[in-house]
């Protein structure tokens, strides 16, 4: 068995920063896709990014929907299996509470099969 832990939520203004961390413990985590999803109040669960192997290229590739691209960067410390995803100039419209999962490279949460807990990040205006 493995767990993620998610650090790094909390409260901050619009066009602020916050840095959530999410820390493997079990297996290493080298070899699989990271992935970051977060769910809003009344909503769904929606895809944020992912970090994974790139099949075509030796090199981590990032993959991130359309609302957070240039706000929001995910990177990864293997050696410490933490994944991480940075994220600036904040919207309320983030608010939501964010999972980190491990798994393949993908968009929807079927390709993950662990996941944390989740952290709260709340944005206000």
């Known amino acids: 068995q493995v767990q993620l832990v998610e650090s790094g939520g909390g409260l901050v203004q619009a066009g602020g920063s916050l840095r959530l961390s999410c820390a493997a413990s079990?297996?290493?985590?080298?070899?699989?896709?990271m992935g970051w999803f977060r769910q809003a109040p009344g909503k769904e669960r929606e895809f944020v990014g992912v970090?994974?192997?790139?099949?075509?290229?030796?090199?981590?590739?990032?993959q991130y929907t359309d609302s957070v691209k240039g706000r929001f960067t995910i990177s990864r410390d293997n050696a410490s299996n933490t994944v991480y995803l940075q994220m600036n100039s904040l919207k309320p419209e983030d608010t939501a509470v964010y999972y980190c999962?491990?798994?393949?490279?993908?968009?929807?949460?079927?390709?993950?099969?662990?996941w944390g807990q989740g952290t709260q990040v709340t944005v206000s205006s």
């Open positions: 079990g297996r290493t985590f080298s070899s699989y896709a």
């Open positions: 970090i994974g192997w790139s099949g075509v290229i030796t090199q981590y590739i990032t």
């Open positions: 999962a491990a798994g393949k490279f993908g968009s929807q949460s079927s390709s993950y099969g662990y």
